[in-house]
């Protein structure tokens, strides 16, 4: 069980693996965090006996860049490490490269990796913590943290609230973790994509499935809207681009049209004019960069709150 201002698990690898008390602790240290990161004097000296790793094995820029500020905030050390100008690239293994990092007394690893279970097989490995930036197809923790943070923000308690994911759902790690982390804080889901996008077990999860967008934006609260990952798609999963945007894509017609307020969200990168229009994500609705400035603070409250530092 979690205490009042401890998590329940060592390492972040997940958000399957939280209790809704982990997840409360966290949101509610970000709040303090936040605070700190809008002072004229942006730092605290929480972590200062500690060196984090990233190992970023795929590509990032929000993610990357919001640990390492984080981690400087808090005072720690901090080194990066990026797989494509590494020894991995001269077939070091996973195992041998991390082993090394942490032999010159390392104490966190931030990974992100292109396997799903990346993080979860270094943690069977290892002892130093571990906060996973990203697994493949699988989870992204601290972005789901982050997207309820900004949601909370504008919504308030997330119990009963309706939240809609719209786009490629099949393909993302975004989805998966937004979905663990809203149920557990009892809000309504719906997925809302392209059948061949919207995987057969998500109705096991708790959600609900649409595929018809406006229906979706009438019936929700906010709506995260997500990126297609051309990158993961190894088959077609729908006509064109151009169609999907038709179908699926947000602009702020669509949003004059609801006669409702509605939190328009998005993780990034964005691919304007597919998923999104530029007049709908940069409109009032949107709350795409509060995400990215919440990102900080949420992850600076899992890195304090892993290194076993208490309010
Ligand atoms: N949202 C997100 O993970 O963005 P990056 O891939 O740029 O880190």
């Known amino acids: ?34 605070e700190v ?51 991995v690239k001269k077939g070091e293994t996973l195992l041998d490269t991390v082993n090394n990092i942490l032999a010159m007394k390392v104490d966190m690893i931030v990974m992100r990796h292109p396997a799903p279970g990346a993080p979860h097989f270094l943690a069977r490995h290892i002892s130093a913590r571990i906060l996973n930036a990203g697994d493949g197809t699988h989870e992204h923790p601290t972005q789901a943290l982050l997207d309820a943070y900004s949601m909370r923000e504008q919504l308030g308690d997330l119990e009963g609230k309706k939240i809609a994911i719209v786009g490629d759902i099949l393909h993302s790690r975004v989805a998966l973790s937004n979905i663990f982390c809203l149920k557990k804080l009892g809000a309504e889901v719906k997925v809302c994509g392209p059948p061949t996008l919207i995987p057969k077990y998500i109705t096991s999860l708790g959600v609900g499935v649409e595929h018809d967008v406006e229906k979706t934006l009438r019936w929700c609260d906010a709506a995260n809207i997500l990126r297609i990952q051309l990158e993961r798609q190894d088959i077609k999963y729908f006509p064109s681009l151009r169609e999907y945007a038709l179908y699926f894509g ?6 004059n049209r609801l006669d409702k307020p509605v939190v328009i969200m998005h993780p990034g990168p964005i691919n304007r004019g597919v998923e999104i229009t530029s007049d709908a994500a940069d409109s009032e609705h949107s709350i795409i960069l509060q995400q990215v400035e919440n990102g900080v603070a949420v992850r600076m409250a899992a890195l304090y709150l892993l290194a076993g530092k208490r309010q």
């Open 1 to 34: 069980m979690s205490q009042a201002n401890s998590l329940s698990v060592p390492h972040l690898l997940g958000i399957k693996d939280l209790t809704k008390e982990d997840i409360t602790l966290i949101l509610d240290t970000a709040v303090t965090f936040k």
């Open 37 to 87: 990161i809008n002072r004229p004097v942006k730092k605290v000296p929480s972590l200062r006996d500690l060196t984090v790793a990233n190992l970023f094995f795929e590509d990032s820029t929000r993610t990357r860049i919001s640990f390492e500020l984080a981690e400087k905030r808090l005072s720690a050390d901090v080194i990066n490490f990026s797989a494509s100008s590494s020894s």
């Open 250 to 255: 947000i602009d702020k017609a669509l949003l």
